[in-house]
Structures are given as structure tokens and as C-alpha cells.
């Protein structure tokens, strides 16, 4: 096992073509109460493609670009390539995803959805809410979608083309109705400074005042704003970074807890046990027990 550091290069993932039809830009994934590929859990990694996931049942937590997501139910999670994923844990899934190159864009018959809001992402977003109705016309194509490819004809790969063209145009509509309102503010750029400060500083910096600092503002007007436009405290998401890295430490290292709790800028091991049982409800000792036995 060995550390691996954000700061250097992370594993880039490829888009692997599965036994249907030895596609290389281009895949769909089903998971009927099952789970995900393990050997990505609590590993920081980028992908080479783009993907997009309808999400019936969950209840595990992803980062995308150091953004905990908490997957919700009948709802739509997206990302494009480079950008950096941890996926923090894992429970069984129920979902349909779709994955796809930059090569599949260049594609004659594909070439306008390179020019979709969703596929552009300008407002940098990842979730996607469904009503009701969106819900039953997203089922519906990914229906004509798994059905299509997993008959392999001359005409596959147009009816594909042409079945994603109509899911994506229709998500986009809801994107930008998403996302448009909330455009991009002051306030929200301030949340996303202190995200990034947050993801360079965490080991060192477990303050709000800290960060505040480094932003030239006042502590009490940063976890106002935070708090406005994430719905948590500011100091929630200092601690949720720090126990995203104590748990990576805790699964993929044979560190001790005295040394993950100085690696985090914990004065003491006694103090690292009981923040990481407070935030997760299980000491260290026993996070680490329970995740190698569950996932090795």
C-alpha cells in the first residue's frame, strides 16, 4: 500500500469496452442491487471520458472536484473528463449509467452534442434533480437505450447516437433551468475559494477563522455565506475533508493512528479518536476493521 498525494499525479481511468460490443468510446453500465467496482473506493482519480448516471437507490457519497455528493434517489450525476473523483464509500446500487469519449463526440452523427449546456457544463454542476415526469422519460429512454445495445446490428450505433441525442437535449433543458438561476455570484464564488483553500490547507488548518483569514474576510461573514449557499456550517466542510483523508489513510495505508493523526495536524491520537467518532460514529480502529473485512 502507498500514500497517494493530491498534489501529484493521479491515475487517469479509462473507458473500459465491455464483452457486448468491444466498444471503446462508449458504454452503458446497469447495477441492480449491486456494487460498484471496489478497487476505486477512497481513491482520488480522474476519468477519460464523460458519465452519467441515473441513480433510483443509493445512499453512499461521492466527491467530485473535492464536492461531497450524497446520491439521492431519482436523481441524474454527471462528470466530465479530468475532472477528480473519490468515491468515499460504497452500498449497493441501483442505477443505469452511460459513459462516453471525446473521440465518440468527434463522431459525425454525434458531433452537435458537443455543443449541449449538460456535455459543456459551464455552471461546473454534477447533480441533476428530477420531477416526477422527467424521472418517467429518463426511464424511458434508458429502456430504448439497454435494449438497443444490447443487440448489436448494423444500425446500433445510429439508434444509440440518436437515443442519446434526445436524453441529453432533454436533460440540458433541465440543467440550464437548474443552474441558470443560481448562476455564478459573489457569495458562490466565495464557497468555491474556501472549498479550494480547504482542499490545500486541511492538514494544517482546522479552523474557520483560519480560512477567513487566507480569504482577507471575516470568519463571521465566511460561515454565513457558507452556510447560505451549501446549507452546512463552514466547519462541516473542514471536518468532512478530513475524514474523507483519515479514511483513505485508514484503508489503503498500514499507518498507525498515532501517525494519520499527525499527518491530519492532530496534536494527539486521543483527540484524532474521538473527531473521527463524532463525525462517523465508529472510532478509527474499528472504521478500519470493519472496511478491510467488508472490501478485501
Same mark, same amino acid.
Given at each position: 500500500?502507498?500514500?497517494?498525494?493530491?498534489?501529484?499525479?493521479?491515475?487517469?481511468?479509462?473507458?473500459?469496452?465491455?464483452?457486448?460490443?468491444?466498444?471503446?468510446?462508449?458504454?452503458?453500465?446497469?447495477?441492480?442491487?449491486?456494487?460498484?467496482?471496489?478497487?476505486?473506493?477512497?481513491?482520488?482519480?480522474?476519468?477519460?471520458?464523460?458519465?452519467?448516471?441515473?441513480?433510483?437507490?443509493?445512499?453512499?457519497?461521492?466527491?467530485?472536484?473535492?464536492?461531497?455528493?450524497?446520491?439521492?434517489?431519482?436523481?441524474?450525476?454527471?462528470?466530465?473528463?479530468?475532472?477528480?473523483?473519490?468515491?468515499?464509500?460504497?452500498?449497493?446500487?441501483?442505477?443505469?449509467?452511460?459513459?462516453?469519449?471525446?473521440?465518440?463526440?468527434?463522431?459525425?452523427?454525434?458531433? #452537435?452534442?458537443? $455543443? +449541449?449546456? =449538460?456535455? @459543456?457544463?459551464?455552471?461546473?454542476?454534477? &447533480?441533476?434533480?428530477?420531477?416526477?415526469?422527467? !424521472?418517467?422519460?429518463?426511464?424511458?429512454?434508458?429502456?430504448?437505450?439497454?435494449?438497443?445495445?444490447?443487440?448489436?446490428?448494423?444500425?446500433?450505433?445510429?439508434?444509440?447516437?440518436?437515443?442519446?441525442?434526445?436524453?441529453?437535449?432533454?436533460?440540458?433543458?433541465?440543467?440550464?433551468?437548474?443552474?441558470?438561476?443560481?448562476?455564478? #455570484?459573489?457569495? $458562490? +464564488?466565495? =464557497?468555491? @475559494?474556501?472549498?479550494?483553500?480547504?482542499? &490545500?490547507?486541511?492538514?494544517?488548518?482546522?479552523? !474557520?477563522?483560519?480560512?477567513?483569514?487566507?480569504?482577507?474576510?471575516?470568519?463571521?461573514?465566511?460561515?454565513?455565506?457558507?452556510?447560505?449557499?451549501?446549507?452546512?456550517?463552514?466547519?462541516?466542510?473542514?471536518?468532512?475533508?478530513?475524514?474523507?483523508?483519515?479514511?483513505?489513510?485508514?484503508?489503503?495505508?498500514?499507518?498507525?493512528?498515532?501517525?494519520?493523526?499527525?499527518? =491530519?495536524?492532530?496534536?494527539?491520537?486521543?483527540?484524532?479518536?474521538?473527531?473521527?467518532?463524532?463525525?462517523?460514529?465508529?472510532?478509527?480502529?474499528?472504521?478500519?476493521?470493519?472496511?478491510?473485512?467488508?472490501?478485501?
Amino acid at each position: 500500500m502507498h500514500i497517494l498525494n493530491y498534489n501529484q499525479q493521479l491515475p487517469i481511468y479509462s473507458l473500459e469496452p465491455d464483452d457486448i460490443t468491444g466498444n471503446k468510446h462508449f458504454r452503458v453500465y446497469n447495477y441492480e442491487g449491486s456494487l460498484p467496482n471496489q478497487s476505486e473506493l477512497l481513491i482520488p482519480h480522474r476519468k477519460d471520458h464523460f458519465l452519467f448516471v441515473f441513480i433510483r437507490r443509493a445512499g453512499s457519497r461521492q466527491w467530485i472536484d473535492m464536492v461531497p455528493y450524497i446520491l439521492k434517489d431519482n436523481t441524474v450525476y454527471f462528470s466530465g473528463p479530468n475532472q477528480i473523483i473519490v468515491k468515499e464509500e460504497f452500498e449497493k446500487l441501483w442505477s443505469t449509467g452511460i459513459a462516453f469519449t471525446n473521440e465518440f463526440l468527434s463522431f459525425q452523427e454525434n458531433a #452537435s452534442l458537443s $455543443k +449541449l449546456p =449538460l456535455i @459543456q457544463n459551464l455552471y461546473n454542476g454534477h &447533480e441533476l434533480l428530477l420531477k416526477e415526469a422527467d !424521472v418517467n422519460f429518463v426511464e424511458d429512454m434508458l429502456a430504448k437505450i439497454n435494449a438497443e445495445y444490447q443487440n448489436p446490428s448494423e444500425w446500433q450505433q445510429r439508434m444509440l447516437a440518436a437515443y442519446l441525442t434526445v436524453l441529453l437535449t432533454y436533460l440540458s433543458r433541465l440543467y440550464t433551468k437548474q443552474f441558470k438561476d443560481n448562476g455564478t #455570484s459573489v457569495d $458562490k +464564488l466565495l =464557497l468555491q @475559494q474556501f472549498q479550494a483553500k480547504i482542499n &490545500e490547507c486541511f492538514r494544517e488548518l482546522h479552523e !474557520v477563522g483560519d480560512y477567513a483569514s487566507l480569504l482577507h474576510i471575516s470568519a463571521g461573514h465566511l460561515s454565513e455565506v457558507v452556510k447560505t449557499q451549501s446549507g452546512k456550517p463552514a466547519i462541516k466542510h473542514i471536518h468532512e475533508r478530513l475524514v474523507l483523508e483519515a479514511r483513505r489513510l485508514l484503508f489503503h495505508t498500514h499507518n498507525s493512528l498515532k501517525e494519520i493523526a499527525f499527518d =491530519l495536524g492532530f496534536a494527539d491520537a486521543s483527540y484524532f479518536n474521538r473527531f473521527f467518532k463524532r463525525e462517523t460514529g465508529v472510532t478509527p480502529a474499528e472504521y478500519r476493521a470493519n472496511i478491510r473485512k467488508m472490501y478485501r
